[in-house]
């Protein structure tokens, strides 16, 4: 059971990362201006907020072995893949 919730946790933190990429990634581009520096910044801010949150949330499994965490979050990142993809299908069909 440890290893299922450990897996929702991960692909839950998979898609934070991937939201949180796609949503910054049309601020921050060349050239550099006062949006792009107000964009890291509150990225910067949501990055060290987050990985306080996550610190927290993962203690309590620290008694999975590191590779096992390894074994357990490639699935983990296959399965956002797949949703990210199927949403791109679904989001392209409907809008």
Same mark, same amino acid.
């Given at each position: 059971?440890?290893?299922?919730?450990?897996?929702?946790?991960?692909?839950?933190?998979?898609?934070?990362?991937?939201?949180?990429?796609i =949503?910054?990634?049309?601020?921050? *581009? %060349?050239p550099?201006?006062?949006?792009?520096l &107000?964009?890291?910044?509150?990225?910067? @801010? +949501?990055?060290? =907020?987050?990985?306080r949150?996550? *610190? %927290?949330?993962?203690?309590?499994?620290?008694? &999975?072995?590191?590779?096992?965490?390894? @074994? +357990?979050?490639i699935?983990?990142?296959?399965?956002?893949?797949?949703?990210?993809?199927?949403?791109?299908?679904?989001?392209?069909?409907?809008?």
């Open positions: 059971m440890n290893y299922v919730k450990f897996c929702i946790y991960q692909f839950i933190l998979f898609l934070a990362l991937f939201v949180i990429t =949503i910054f990634d049309h601020f921050i *581009s %060349k550099f201006t006062s949006v792009d &107000i964009a890291m910044c509150i990225s910067l @801010l +949501i990055g060290i =907020i987050g990985y949150l996550v *610190s %927290k949330i993962y203690r309590q499994f620290e008694n &999975i072995r590191l590779r096992n965490k390894i @074994l +357990i979050s699935p983990a990142f296959i399965l956002l893949l797949l949703f990210a993809g199927l949403l791109g299908v679904l989001g392209a069909m409907f809008f």
